[in-house]
């Protein structure tokens, strides 16, 4: 057992004996025309069931919903106003002057000027409207919540530091969904459930659904790294708005890319997980984002709850020495 | 969003309907009043959210593990009161304890087990021992304790049979490991009465997490006023003397954990608990717990009211559990309970001067 929060080495933590850099996504939202193609390739390589029945979620172009069992990529779309623009921007620079200490190498010559309240902040093409498309996708924690309270040991951390489900090992017991801070894992139901109207009955006709039963999540398509190859949705990706590579590149790729946004007055640019000392130590999927998070879905502050275990367990020390107590204190007290 | 400058002569839109209560103002106000904004596709929440869908995804646990977290407690606090009527010598509150700890754990496996999303791969669960995994060191936990507990009630079952049990040579064995498996159990009956409390308190479902630091002093007061409500309701007056006791303690400590685990929480994530189904559960299972415990006190000693008393204690921890179990639920559906507590605890980590461990930073 490694540690349980606080910046570590993932792989290291779980004996892993060679050394193999860790991978992670850098996702750029920044750059995302909200095309899907991710949502499409993840679903083709990994055989991944149809989730729903293709029903129009009224929530602009996002049809898809969440992430989920049978979703391992979800492009989530939001339409904002000029209001809510200048306000993405004032928060954004609220970030930048609260003077976050660097994680990691020193800056590059950064072309961030150091007083953020002069700097021209004139939209350069702008707006009074304008969409935020991200394509989310599990992150893949330094210390991940679903693989610390997954009780079969299905859930594992592989040798490029993230973390897959053993779906021959898993019993379907759930723990993982409760455990996930993002709301990532799921456990995939057998499809049979989802009653089709007959208007619908063209998708109505399910194949038959793999690994009902039991938890499902993006594994980074650890069958393609262990061939070399980039996962299916960052293969896809036609604008490389999803970077994929070693997970200390992509991290310094997402630095260096919201200092240039900062320059050019988009203070409302800010990086997602890219901080190692953040409640769930860092996460293998960076995001660079234009407003806060939860307005793409994102806990604003997650904590992995295994965190806390420790104190947990003494707690539950003290409660079960008081239940004792109370049944010897229950006897005694009869005798008498 | 303005589409041509002639928007602001329109005519302001009503006032947007607000959420129940209203009095959290964090959320943004996109109102400015002027009318100059497109038609929300969603109702406008107090805070900022994705089209009102859930953070975190809530446990795909139906009633059979609240089901569970009711009859683990019996089980244990069973357990308890068999190990002390053996030692103390009080045979019908030992028997009926022993088997009804058997009956209640047993009942709750099988609980456990139909919640799976795959009945047949149980056994995964003792495929490896994990510290980190409240589940895995449960069912451990679980097994461990079923052992002592079955050992002991077949035991039980056997002399009630007139030794008709087909066991052969392994009747002495049993007669003599009886004892030691009825303590045993009761090793085990404190863990399994506060474990599935820390199983609920490491995830990430809001109001359970909250509570992590009561919640196991909850759940082990629960269990001590089912069992020695459950003594009462089975065993005569005479040999419940300590069951009378364990009851009145555990109301206690059940209605004091509540109200200061309510207390310390984060007063957002608390919410669920007051409202609603769960809301409702948890108001009713104190008054039953308040009024099992005046009517064990007050008649324990009349066969008629401790039994009554009994049975209003085993509903009182039986909603205790459903309606915590419910409540954590809700509180995973709503991105409320998620986004607001964190954006709270990371605003005041923030005034506190900490900004070094925000997942959002600038650079």
Same mark, same amino acid.
């Given at each position: 057992m490694g540690q349980l929060s606080g910046p570590t080495d993932p792989t290291a933590d779980a004996h892993w004996e060679h050394n193999h850099p860790r991978k992670g996504f850098f996702t750029d939202t920044s750059i995302c025309i909200g095309c899907k193609a991710c949502e499409v390739a993840c679903k083709e390589w990994n055989h991944n069931p149809q989730d729903g029945n293709l029903e129009l979620l009224g929530s602009s172009y996002d049809n898809t919903g969440s992430l989920g069992a049978s979703t391992w990529r979800h492009v989530a779309f939001i339409e904002q106003g000029q209001d809510r623009i200048v306000e993405a921007r004032e928060s954004g620079r609220a970030l930048v002057s609260l003077g976050m200490p660097r994680i990691g190498p020193p800056a590059p010559a950064a072309s961030v000027p150091a007083d953020l309240a002069e700097a021209d902040t004139t939209p350069p093409d702008t707006a009074d409207f304008r969409w935020l498309m991200s394509s989310d996708v599990c992150k893949h924690c330094t210390h991940a919540g679903c693989l610390d309270v997954c009780p079969t040991g299905a859930l594992f951390r592989t040798e490029?530091?993230?973390?897959? +489900?053993?779906?021959? +090992?898993?019993?379907?017991?759930?723990?993982c969904v409760a455990g996930?801070?993002?709301g990532v894992i799921e456990r995939r139901s057998n499809g049979t459930v989802k009653v089709s109207t007959s208007r619908e009955d063209q998708h109505a006709a399910h194949p038959e659904v793999p690994n009902a039963g039991i938890a499902q999540k993006c594994t980074l398509c650890y069958d393609r790294l262990v061939a070399d190859e980039t996962p299916a949705c960052a293969k896809a990706c036609p604008t490389t708005s999803i970077k994929f590579g070693d997970h200390d590149d992509m991290v310094e790729a997402a630095r260096e890319r919201v200092a240039d946004l900062h320059a050019k007055g988009l203070t409302e640019a800010r990086l997602y997980g890219a901080n190692e000392n953040d409640g769930v130590g860092g996460t293998g999927s960076v995001f660079l984002l234009l407003d806060e998070p939860e307005v793409y879905g994102l806990p604003p502050d997650p904590r992995v709850p295994t965190a806390d275990l420790p104190k947990m367990y003494r707690?539950?020390?003290? #409660? +079960?020495?008081?239940? #004792?107590a109370a049944a010897a204190l229950a006897f005694l007290g009869g005798r008498a | 969003m303005t589409l041509s400058e002639f928007d602001s002569f329109r005519p302001s839109e009503p006032a947007r309907r607000r959420r129940e209560g209203g009095k959290r103002g964090t959320g943004r106000r996109r109102d400015n009043g002027d009318g100059s904004r497109e038609m929300p596709m969603v109702p406008e929440p107090e805070f900022s959210s994705y089209y009102g869908?859930?953070?975190?995804?809530?446990?795909?646990? =139906?009633?059979?593990?609240?089901?569970? *977290?009711? *009859? =683990?407690?019996?089980?244990? =606090?069973?357990? *308890? *009161?068999?190990? =002390?009527g053996q030692l103390t010598g009080r045979p019908v509150?030992?028997?009926?304890?022993?088997? $009804?700890?058997?009956?209640?754990?047993?009942?709750?496996?099988?609980?456990?087990?139909?919640?799976? $999303?795959?009945? !047949?791969?149980?056994l995964h669960m003792l495929r490896t021992f994990k510290v980190t995994s409240p589940m895995s060191v449960g069912s451990w936990i679980l097994s461990a304790f079923s052992a002592g507990a079955g050992v002991a009630a077949v035991a039980e079952i056997d002399r009630m049979s007139g030794n008709r049990l087909p066991l052969g040579p392994l009747r002495n064995v049993l007669q003599a490991v009886e004892g030691p498996?009825?303590? !045993?159990?009761?090793?085990?009956?404190?863990?399994?009465a506060a474990y599935t409390a820390v199983l609920l308190g490491d995830t990430a479902t809001p109001t359970w997490n909250a509570a992590h630091e009561e919640l196991p002093f909850v759940f082990v007061s629960s269990a001590c006023l089912a069992s020695a409500g459950l003594a009462m309701?089975?065993?005569?007056?005479? !040999?419940?003397?300590p069951a009378r006791n364990l009851a009145v303690l555990g109301v206690l400590g059940d209605v004091v954990a509540m109200k200061v685990m309510e207390r310390r929480m984060d007063p957002v994530a608390a919410e669920p608990l007051h409202q609603g189904k769960a809301g409702a559960m948890l108001k009713w299972s104190e008054r039953l717990a308040v009024a099992g415990g005046l009517g064990t006190l007050l008649g324990g000693r009349h066969r008629i009211v401790a039994a009554v008393s009994g049975l209003a204690l085993l509903s009182a921890s039986a909603l205790t559990r459903f309606g915590v179990f419910e409540a954590g639920l809700e509180s995973a559906r709503d991105p409320r309970y998620t986004i607001e507590p964190q954006k709270n605890r990371l605003a005041a980590r923030r005034a506190a001067g900490v900004t070094g461990d925000a997942i959002t930073t600038g650079s």
């Open positions: 490029f530091g993230t973390v897959v +489900v053993q779906d021959d +090992v898993c019993n379907g017991c759930g723990t996930c801070p993002f707690r539950a020390g003290m #409660a +079960v020495a008081g239940m #004792a | 869908r859930p953070v975190v995804k809530p446990a795909p646990w =139906g009633d059979d593990v609240a089901i569970y *977290l009711f *009859l =683990g407690g019996v089980a244990a =606090g069973s357990a *308890l *009161l068999a190990a =002390g509150l030992r028997r009926n304890a022993r088997l $009804g700890a058997l009956t209640a754990v047993s009942a709750g496996a099988v609980a456990l087990v139909k919640d799976l $999303g795959r009945p !047949e791969r149980f498996a009825g303590i !045993e159990a009761a090793v085990f009956a404190g863990p399994l309701v089975t065993t005569p007056v005479r !040999e419940t003397g």
